[in-house]
């Protein structure tokens, strides 16, 4: 039997005859695909790294206007909505963390981490005083409703 592969040879006379330059050899393929896999991968990388770091702004920007929340926060309503924004930090730093642990980037995670341990300590420092766990500076004492308000349940 012949060691002709007919129908590689085939391709190539087919090529020869349409005008196209020969194929090249399968070590220049596998190395065009790897070199095309490996920009597909750095793209894919950019791509997470600007979207985390969209994500990690965005709850940065939560924490700092946490810093000047505009309203009243010690008692009643107004207490139960900082602790709604300071809980949408909390998720949203875990989400960051998610995000950075998927994609492997291990700067913003770092980041992203402390941020998930500030927003905890923000949470301790309005739940703490008002459960009894710790006495405030001033020796006032903290309570959850407001002074001359009576709580009512909402299952009566």
């Known amino acids: 039997m012949s060691e002709i592969d007919w129908n590689r040879e085939l391709r190539r006379i087919e090529r020869e005859f349409d005008g196209l330059p020969p194929e090249p050899p399968s070590s220049v393929k596998r190395t065009r695909q790897a070199l095309e896999q490996l920009e597909k991968e750095q793209r894919e990388q950019r791509f997470a790294t600007f979207g985390t770091l969209a994500r990690l702004a965005l709850v940065i920007a939560l924490a700092v ?3 000047w929340w505009p309203y009243p926060r010690e008692c009643g309503s107004s207490l139960l909505s900082f602790l709604g924004a300071e809980l949408a930090l909390l998720i949203g730093s875990v989400w960051v963390t998610a995000t950075t642990w998927r ?7 770092a980041l992203s981490i402390v941020m998930v341990v500030a927003s905890l300590a923000l949470l301790a420092l309005e739940i703490a005083p008002r459960n009894g766990w710790v006495t405030r500076a001033d020796g006032r004492a903290a309570s959850w409703a407001c002074p001359g308000t009576r709580w009512v349940p909402l299952w009566r």
């Open 65 to 67: 206007g946490l810093y």
């Open 103 to 109: 994609h492997r980037l291990a700067r913003l995670h």
